[in-house]
């Protein structure tokens, strides 16, 4: 289909903030590139229910920043979800 996947994508952004150069930065998961727009997936690998939900609202925004990210240094619109994944070794004990 013509789409590009890009793991461990790193991305920054500096940007003027007033009298003072704001920068954001991260490293996303996996970012995947249609040429008209974004899709970027982050995952992460908390064993236990409670760790997840208790962390999900932080990490949820976590997606959100890096959506915006990629929308303000492409200028294409980026979507973006959390996959919570358990290893195959964690989901039988």
Sequence with gaps: DGSIA??????????????????????IDL?????????????KTDRDAAAWSARIEGRT??????TSLLTAITGRPATGQLEHVISADDATT
């Design 6 to 27: 890009r793991s461990e994508l790193s991305v920054m952004r500096a940007e003027q903030v007033g009298d003072r150069v704001v920068v954001t930065e991260g490293v």
């Design 31 to 43: 970012a995947i590139d249609d040429g008209a727009s974004w899709r970027v997936i982050d995952w």
């Design 61 to 66: 925004d976590q997606v959100l920043g890096y």
